[in-house]
């Protein structure tokens, strides 16, 4: 969902596109004017999770970034300070969590092309954790972000996955923006929450509920 | 389960209680003795998931510590260091994952206690992020080590609520171990995988159906 000011133009929720060739304290000023709205997808997310959290509709949190820690100060009369640490590569998604006893796990994404969703923004790592979480019937999909057209989706896994695996033999190295439209459920951004995904995974549980009864 | 030595002595697998005076390194020593087993029990829960995981009988992860980071170097031709970081409190539990659909979340802790699990072991907002997860019927619960008398039970989140909040009028700061006998299951230890706590959550979905039903 595009909102509109009274004089009709649009506000940019994330990443405006006309704004990419300034500065970012220039970026900054003009993000700012929004009322704090549009800082970038992920902050929406957990926006929307606090969302969720604080009325008790779902408990979703993003995993801490893991860090191999290496050298550990404790100076007196203080906390322990981390003088030498290094970046891990995450084992996992980066969020999880329960919505009516369902477990849900995905990935958030975003891209500045207008076409197509292009494979190279997931880890094998990711892909082979919502693998693992699905055959356990988890409820795993990633939200893609199309920055520069501002449209969201809710892609499930199983799709996902379909074009992941057939990128050797087709060689196609994104998903088609067409696909996307016709395979995924098209998010309508809000207000509060942000990003309301949980609507969607209602959908996804009511089919499935439909196809084993 | 204890396992018996051929000379019928008993193998501690976490933390030997006769060992307690002796140095690290002693320590050490008289663990590795058997075989690598008995290093302590996040480490044997960390082992049980990597079973779950690998034969596909559930996805369950523990959560990275989160870390606020306040000064990175970035050396040329090398990865980033951290140079100044500190350690957060977390704001849910340490472990959380699927199982056949149904979420889980989960605390382990320990207990050099004979007779009473201590409640000071939990904190408020493990106790706050459970309850939550409950509200959307999560299956929570925590895992409890008696590390002396080498006993380990898993307790659901519903009962170990009740003594968090009976503290204040009953002025009670632990659990009994015989109420824990009476309310919580015992898991029998094992060999692979050494904490096979997911055998009773099986009884709690039972459990829930049938009430359901």
């Known amino acids: 969902m595009t909102i509109n000011y009274p004089n009709g133009s649009k506000i940019n929720q994330y990443t ?7 500065t970012p304290a220039k970026r900054k ?7 704090n709205r549009g800082m970038n997808f992920e902050e929406d997310i ?3 999770n606090l969302y969720y959290l604080n ?13 191999q820690i290496v050298k550990v100060d404790y100076p007196r009369r203080s906390a322990a300070v981390i003088r030498e ?8 998604t980066d969020y999880n969590g329960v919505y009516d006893g369902y477990y849900l796990d ?13 494979l190279k923004n997931f880890h094998p790592h990711q892909i082979q954790h919502m693998e693992k979480c699905a055959r356990q019937n988890g409820i795993c999909f990633v939200l893609l972000w199309f920055s520069t057209i ?4 809710l892609l499930e896994f199983s799709i996902l996955n379909q074009y992941w695996r057939a990128q050797s033999s087709s060689g196609k190295k994104s998903i088609p923006l067409k696909s996307i439209e016709e395979k995924a459920y ?19 549980i009511k089919n499935r509920k439909e196809k084993t009864s």
Request: one cysteine or more; charged letters at 30%.
């Open 150 to 153: 501002q449209r969201c989706f």
């Open 186 to 204: 098209e998010v309508e951004l809000g207000v509060a929450p942000r990003v309301p995904y949980i609507d969607y995974v209602k959908k996804i």
């Open 29 to 35: 000023a003009e993000t700012t004017q929004f009322d």
């Open 85 to 92: 640490a290094y970046f891990r590569q995450a084992s996992t």
């Open 16 to 22: 405006n596109p006309k704004t990419k060739k300034e």
């Open 46 to 48: 957990n926006q929307s």
């Open 55 to 67: 009325h008790d509709l779902a408990v979703i949190c993003k995993k801490p970034t893991p860090i």
């Open 106 to 118: 995905f990935e958030a994404k975003e891209t500045k092309n207008k076409t197509s969703f292009p």
